[in-house]
Nanobody, 124 residues
Framework: QVQLVESGGGLVQAGGSLRLSCTAS????????MGWFRQNSGKDREFVAS????????WYADSVKGRFTISRDNAKNTLYLQMNNLKPEDTAVYYC?????????????????WGQGTQVTVSS
């Protein structure tokens, strides 16, 4: 049974920073592509960032490129999302997701496991 647990969300002013973490258990984390997605009420869950199994390749949504950084520590079974220069439009519930293969995807339908989400609220 795979479990993904996110943490690090909260309330921050525009221009501030947060670091999200996602800790995995129940499966070998180091062989899986991982992604971060977000969802605001009434909207579809959207791609934010993803990272290959070895951390060597990363991908970002245009809306967060240059402000967010995805990384992973396979020894700790943990995925991170460093979010800088936050904007009110970044407000959402952020989810981490694990794909059942080494390479991630921008398509949420291709992920096999999801965390419960962590709320990020950016005030103007």
């Amino acid at each position: 049974q795979v479990q993904l647990v996110e943490s690090g969300g909260g309330l921050v002013q525009a221009g501030g920073s947060l670091r999200l973490s996602c800790t995995a258990s129940g499966r070998t984390f180091s062989r899986n592509g991982m992604g971060w997605f977000r969802q605001n009420s009434g909207k579809d869950r959207e791609f934010v960032a993803s990272i290959a199994w070895n951390g060597g390749d990363t991908w970002y949504a245009d809306s967060v490129k240059g402000r967010f950084t995805i990384s992973r520590d396979n020894a700790k079974n943990t995925l991170y999302l460093q979010m800088n220069n936050l904007k009110p439009e970044d407000t959402a519930v952020y989810y981490c997701a694990m794909r059942g293969e080494e390479w991630p995807s921008r398509d949420k339908k291709l992920y096999d496991y999801w965390g419960q989400g962590t709320q990020v609220t950016v005030s103007s």
